[in-house]
């Protein structure tokens, strides 16, 4: 080029495609102003509900003399230990699909763009993907710090500067062990590996912070001496994770004696691991890429259609195939069957928190209590099957992408399509939700009329929620998505979520009541007995928004995927 070096495309040139198409996709949108608006309220709520129980909390930890700063240190110093666990496993899942998996790759890597160009622009889209909830989490924190110790807006400062080299290393080693792990294993089982090993790495997290019981902070009168409290607090602690530089850096500020140390620490091991990682990159990413797409090992899977055949013997062939189809589809996403690890650690450590509960504080008082308790419980629990459904109901009918239009261009009914989803996610949340309500009940010693009550509302509410993830998911669509865990996070998931609350409690503001008479005539006389209108009617409410609620979802889903042209 008569004697002059082309200029390669830099940073920007790799992320601006995919910023336009944002924009672009937000601009077309026909309800961004209802969306933003209905957003930002929720956000705001959410903001303001964090706000006020962290506020709450320091306030309290500050009227403690001699412990008040170290408690709001310690504070401090587990949410971002959480934060920091949180970031390592989410970045490890997320740098698989950016990195190896996305379809937009094969472009790039062909692209004559250097090694590092394209190591920081992946990097940055694994930090905006994976740490964009811990980034909103933390704001309502580091404000209430603000505000509890009258900080000055260089302390805002300061915050976004911590924050910004804390969300970059995990997302460095998240990638890195992607990196490492490609080139280790097969390909094939690369995505399998991966998924297992970063939900027994969180399921372990979770056990870990749950057996720890942060909680006890609260009340430093359950220990012996305030030698035994002292060694509670520094515990968890230490000095080698960034998260407890960042901590240091933040409360020496409030304290008035800032440390430069913990915060330029935190930047140059940043910096210093961003070089090496894209070391790395340059070194191994080539040979990572091309094992990758390597194509996966075909099995049989007999047992599983054989099983398929003898439970829908007397169904249509159609629909044998359908619910066939949707089990196949489930167990080859690593990334959805594995999550069933996370799930069962989480149901255990929910049924832990139960037993724990101290409900035994006199004869009339506990029998009060453990009712309200198991009745209340019945909320709790159906917000685990929300969330549930929320993960792997919601983007059913999304999953199916563009292949969409050869189900609609085919003879086959979309109801029949629908139903066959709606059992696949029934079927399984009945699984969970049963055992969990009864499993508490017992645990809890409650009476025979609240376990029969929740129990029979149970089996109704999973009805309705696998319902309304299942109309919602298809009323507001992704086809277009290269990650199914995004699904649930849109739009649509957030109203799913939002209606399933509001279901959850009219089911419990209608039942309260024959709930509450029953307690009161017990607490008056044993043999008491429960009277039948209150039942009836209580119960007749909730059978029928229970009906609506599976109904007008399914219906209006139904029509939505009629009308749709792809």
Not at 100 to 122: I, K, M, N, Q
Not at 251 to 269: C, I, K
Not at 440 to 461: K, P, Y
Not at 509 to 520: D, S
Request: charge should be positive; hydrophobic fraction near 55%; aromatic fraction near 14%.
């Amino acid at each position: 080029m008569n004697g002059v070096t082309a200029k390669r495309p830099g940073l920007f040139w790799l992320l601006g495609p995919k910023l336009r198409t944002k924009i672009n996709r937000a601009r077309t949108d026909e309800g961004r102003v209802f969306k933003t608006f209905l957003l930002g309220f929720i956000g705001f709520f959410f903001w303001s509900l964090i706000f006020a129980v962290i506020f709450r909390m320091l306030i309290y930890f500050r009227g403690t003399q001699g412990i008040g700063d170290l408690l709001s240190s310690k504070l401090l110093g587990l949410a971002f230990v959480t934060f920091l666990m949180i970031l390592v496993l989410s970045n490890v899942i997320t740098a698989l699909s950016t990195f190896f998996l996305s379809e937009d790759l094969e472009l790039v890597v062909a692209a004559p763009v250097e090694a590092e160009t394209v190591y920081g622009a992946r990097l940055f889209e694994t930090i905006v993907d994976s740490s964009w909830m811990v980034a909103l989490l933390a704001v309502p924190l580091l404000a209430a710090y603000g505000v509890v110790y009258a900080a000055d807006p260089w302390y805002y400062l300061l915050a976004v500067g911590t924050l910004i080299p804390f969300l970059v290393i995990p997302a460095v080693l998240g990638t890195a062990a992607t990196l490492i792990l490609v080139n280790i294993f097969p390909a094939r089982r690369t995505r399998d590996l991966l998924a297992l090993i970063g939900l027994f790495a969180a399921a372990g997290v979770v056990a870990l912070f749950r057996f720890l019981r942060p909680e006890r902070l609260m009340r430093p009168e359950e220990f012996r001496d305030l030698v035994d409290f002292m060694a509670v607090l520094r515990t968890p602690t230490s000095p080698w994770l960034p998260s407890q530089w960042a901590a240091d850096a933040l409360m020496s500020y409030l304290g008035g004696f800032f440390q430069w140390f913990p915060f330029a620490f935190l930047w140059a091991t940043a910096g210093a691991s961003v070089v090496l990682g894209a070391w790395l990159h340059r070194r191994y990413y080539e040979a990572g890429f091309s094992r990758a797409q390597e194509g996966a090992e075909r099995k049989a899977g007999r047992e599983r259609s054989t099983v398929v055949e003898a439970l829908f013997r007397g169904a249509q062939p159609s629909t044998r195939s359908l619910v066939a189809k949707e089990i196949r589809v489930f167990f080859r996403d690593t990334t959805q069957w594995s999550q069933l690890i996370l799930l069962g650690v989480l149901v255990a450590v929910y049924v832990y928190n139960i037993t724990v509960l101290p409900l035994y504080t006199g004869e009339q008082v506990s029998f009060l209590l453990i009712n309200v308790v198991s009745f209340l419980n019945l909320g709790l629990a159906g917000f685990v099957v929300a969330a549930i459904a929320a993960r792997f109901v919601f983007p059913a009918m999304s999953i199916e992408g563009r292949m969409m239009w050869l189900l609609k261009s085919s003879p086959l009914d979309v109801r029949e399509l629908f139903w066959s989803k709606y059992w696949v996610g029934t079927v399984p949340l009945l699984a969970i939700a049963i055992p969990l309500i009864v499993i508490t009940n017992i645990v809890l010693e409650a009476s025979t009329f609240i376990l029969i009550l929740t129990s029979l509302t149970m089996i109704g509410v999973t009805f309705a929620l696998t319902a309304l993830a299942l109309g919602f998911g298809a009323l507001y669509p992704n086809y277009e998505t290269e990650n199914v865990a995004e699904i649930p996070t849109s739009f649509g998931g957030l109203l799913f979520m939002m209606c399933a609350i509001s279901y959850l409690a009219g089911v419990i503001i209608l039942e309260g009541w024959p709930v509450f008479l029953y307690l009161n005539s017990r607490l008056a006389s044993e043999q008491a007995t429960v009277s039948v209108m209150p039942v009836v009617l209580g119960v007749s409410g909730a059978s029928a928004i229970t009906l609506l609620a599976i109904w007008a979802p399914l219906k209006a889903g139904v029509a939505r995927v009629r009308s749709t042209e792809l």
